[in-house]
């Protein structure tokens, strides 16, 4: 009785090996470091289970910002990051944590504020100039203060435009998080906030927030890709970190960026190089 349960246990367990083992063996996932804006703007989901579809492979993102999303690249803990702050991008491939980076797509930064503008701003082009205004006038300000790539382009704006800031400021507000929920800030506060375009278009929470000033050149937002150095993290899963950067960068994967929009309006524009 004994040995025969033994033999049905054991036909069960080789079974259900036989079963689940293909299955398993087709299981092929990613991580991907990138930015709350690629995440909260919906493209990430729009975009991946297509890419899922086509090849099989599962993107994990993991969304911070750029300078988060790079030290977790920098830890071997993605496979791949895709962020918005082209210096940073270049320093991490010069020390060694990628070989290659590979630009994606572009949009642009805007500059949100109330209706009500008490720094009058409305309607300007010139970033450094706006920012001038709004030092002058100590408007409310909301940073992300959280080392992103939006929050490396609002502190060379600052400096630009000769303004030294810092949290002691009373009209200069850091949050520390994404750009999200300093939307939402900026929104409860009646405050003045730089934000990517693709982020403020499906952000719901407005209030009294309106676009004030865009279309400076210094505005341009560009988004890279980069896989991390399998040299240096062994583990790093080379074959599918490059299967997304290719197909990302493919015709395919370039026109579905492209289709991407909210209310009949493009978020990204492609520009990855042929």
């Known amino acids: 009785m004994k040995s025969t349960i033994t033999r049905i246990l054991l036909s069960a367990v080789t079974a259900l090996t036989l079963l689940s083992g293909p299955v398993f063996a087709q299981e092929k996932s990613i991580v991907v470091s990138s930015t ?14 297509i890419f899922k579809m086509k090849t099989g492979i599962e993107v994990k993102v993991v969304a911070v910002g750029t300078g988060q999303a790079l030290d977790i690249g920098r830890r071997g803990d993605a496979d791949v990051v895709f962020v918005h702050d082209k210096p940073a991008e270049e320093k991490f491939v010069a020390e060694g944590y990628a070989t290659k980076r590979v630009e994606v797509m572009y949009n642009d930064f805007v500059l949100i504020g109330p209706k009500s503008d008490p720094a009058k701003i409305a309607g ?38 000769g303004v030294a800031v810092a949290p002691t400021l009373t009209w200069y507000k850091e949050t520390g998080s994404g750009m999200g929920p300093a939307l939402n800030t900026a929104s409860a506060m009646n405050g003045y906030i730089l934000a990517d375009r693709a982020t403020w278009l499906s952000f719901k929470n407005r209030g009294d927030l309106v676009i004030l000033v865009q279309g400076d050149p210094k505005l341009f937002n560009q988004y890279g890709v980069m896989l991390v150095n399998p040299a240096k ?9 490059q299967a997304f950067i290719d197909w990302i960068t493919s015709k395919n994967g370039q026109d579905v960026i492209a289709s991407y929009q909210i209310g009949g309006e493009q978020l990204f524009f492609p520009n990855a190089r042929k």
């Open 124 to 161: 300007g082009r010139d970033i450094k100039a706006a920012f001038q205004k709004i030092a002058t006038a100590q408007a409310p300000f909301v940073s992300r203060g959280d080392k992103s790539g939006t929050h490396a382009a609002e502190l060379r704006y600052w400096k630009d435009s």
């Open 233 to 241: 993290f062994p583990h790093v899963k080379k074959a599918e970190g």
């Open 36 to 49: 709350t804006s690629t995440e909260q703007s919906g493209l990430f989901g729009f975009i991946l289970p």
